[in-house]
Every structure is written in structure tokens, then in C-alpha cells.
T-cell receptor, first 114, second 114 residues
Framework: AQSVTQPDIHITVSEGASLELRCNYS??????LFWYVQSPGQGLQLLLK??????LVQGIKGFEAEFKRSQSSFNLRKPSVHWSDAAEYFC????????????FGGGTRLMVKP | NAGVTQTPKFRILKIGQSMTLQCTQD?????MYWYRQDPGMGLKLIYY???????DKGEVPNGYNVSRSTTEDFPLRLELAAPSQTSVYFC?????????????FGDGTRLSIL
């Protein structure tokens, strides 16, 4: 069965500092990996996705993520955080299953200090 | 372009009441999903549908029912509301083609059962 672990429930960074959110997955074959962001009271918005090719993927809002098969990780990064990045971030894994279903991690809540 | 629309946005129910959460999408997506989101737990799949007339259970289907009579609509029904069903409910949709298709989310329905 596939699973996703986001080890950090809460992270606080200063505005302008770099950010890395961790995501570890468990999946038997090549996974399809996604990062979503959720602002308060909103639905989930796709930041980026990986399914093959270059292991460093670029997303919206200046985010990037790197797929590392040897570590079963797909960490999200941003070089300089803005106050508007404060939100909850979810990593998700999908695969070759009927219905294109995803399994989500528990989420990481990001707070940004001025 | 509306995307995925959920109604209502908020609702308070009494124990034992029933209600239907509405979800409609205008992107001609074949696949649709219902999730519930509880604090620290990420999103859990309740039911999904791969097309009109076809539905299947997800990870946490007990206490819920769905139907899919059209491509656009995928309502979720709670027959006998229980306090454990207090949650935020999200509807999502995706294209059928390819396992790497991202899911697109509505803004959610916040449901409290007292």
C-alpha cells in the first residue's frame, strides 16, 4: 500500500529565508508525486508534480521539488519565503491504480515571521 | 471558468439528520472524488467515480453514499449524521487520460454535527 509521511507538522521561517518541507513516500513502483498548497478556508491548489524525467521540477510561486528515489523523498523548496506563502502544504503520491487515486500526507503548516 | 464548485460552504446539522453535499465540475473530467479533511490527518478518500454510473469506495466510506448520474455532478449523501462526521469535505476531479493527471479541488464544505 502506498503512504506519505510529512515529518514536520509545523514550521516557522522568517520572511526572506529559505524553506524546505520534507516528504517521504512509500510505493512499490515509480510513483507520481504532487505538492499542493491550501490557504485558510480554501481548497487545495497544485504547486507542482513529478511523474518522470528530470528529478528537479519547477512549480508555481517560485517553488521547486526534487525527487530522490534512493531516499524515497520528494522535498519542496523555495529560496526566499514571502509572507503570502503562509499556508498548509500537502504532499501526495499516486500510481498505477484504478481511479487515479492519491494518498496524502498529514500536511505541514508553514508560518512566516516578518 | 468555475472549475469545481461545492455547496453549501458551511452547514450545521443535528445528530441523526441527513443532508447532501453538492459538487459539480465544468471541466468535462471523467474522474471525481470526495475527501474528508481532519486536523493533522491530511485528506482521506471517501468515495470516487470514474464516470457516470460508476462509483467505488475509498478509504473511509462508512456513513456516506454517492451517486453519479451525470459527468458534471457527484453529490455526497449523509443519511444519519454523527458527531464523527464533523469535518471539512472536499470534492475533486481529474481527467481520465494518464495516471499523472492532477486532481482539481473545490473550496470545501465545512460541516459540524452537534
Amino acid at each position: 500500500a502506498q503512504s506519505v509521511t510529512q515529518p514536520d507538522i509545523h514550521i516557522t521561517v522568517s520572511e526572506g529565508a529559505s524553506l524546505e518541507l520534507r516528504c517521504n513516500y512509500s510505493y512499490g513502483a515509480t510513483p507520481y508525486l504532487f505538492w499542493y498548497v491550501q490557504s485558510p478556508g480554501q481548497g487545495l491548489q497544485l504547486l507542482l508534480k513529478y511523474f518522470s524525467g528530470d528529478t528537479l521540477v519547477q512549480g508555481i510561486k517560485g517553488f521547486e521539488a526534487e525527487f530522490k528515489r534512493s531516499q524515497s523523498s520528494f522535498n519542496l523548496r523555495k529560496p526566499s519565503v514571502h509572507w503570502s506563502d503562509a499556508a498548509e502544504y500537502f504532499c501526495a503520491v499516486g500510481g498505477n491504480n484504478a481511479g487515479n487515486m492519491l494518498t496524502f500526507g498529514g500536511g505541514t503548516r508553514l508560518m512566516v515571521k516578518p | 471558468n468555475a472549475g469545481v464548485t461545492q455547496t453549501p460552504k458551511f452547514r450545521i446539522l443535528k445528530i441523526g439528520q441527513s443532508m447532501t453535499l453538492q459538487c459539480t465540475q465544468d471541466m468535462n473530467h471523467n474522474y471525481m472524488y470526495w475527501y474528508r479533511q481532519d486536523p493533522g490527518m491530511g485528506l482521506k478518500l471517501i468515495y470516487y467515480s470514474v464516470g457516470a454510473g460508476i462509483t467505488d469506495k475509498g478509504e473511509v466510506p462508512n456513513g456516506y453514499n454517492v451517486s453519479r448520474s451525470t459527468t458534471e455532478d457527484f453529490p455526497l449523501r449523509l443519511e444519519l449524521a454523527a458527531p464523527s462526521q464533523t469535518s471539512v469535505y472536499f470534492c475533486a476531479s481529474s481527467f481520465r487520460a494518464g495516471q499523472n493527471q492532477p486532481q482539481h479541488f473545490g473550496d470545501g464544505t465545512r460541516l459540524s454535527i452537534l
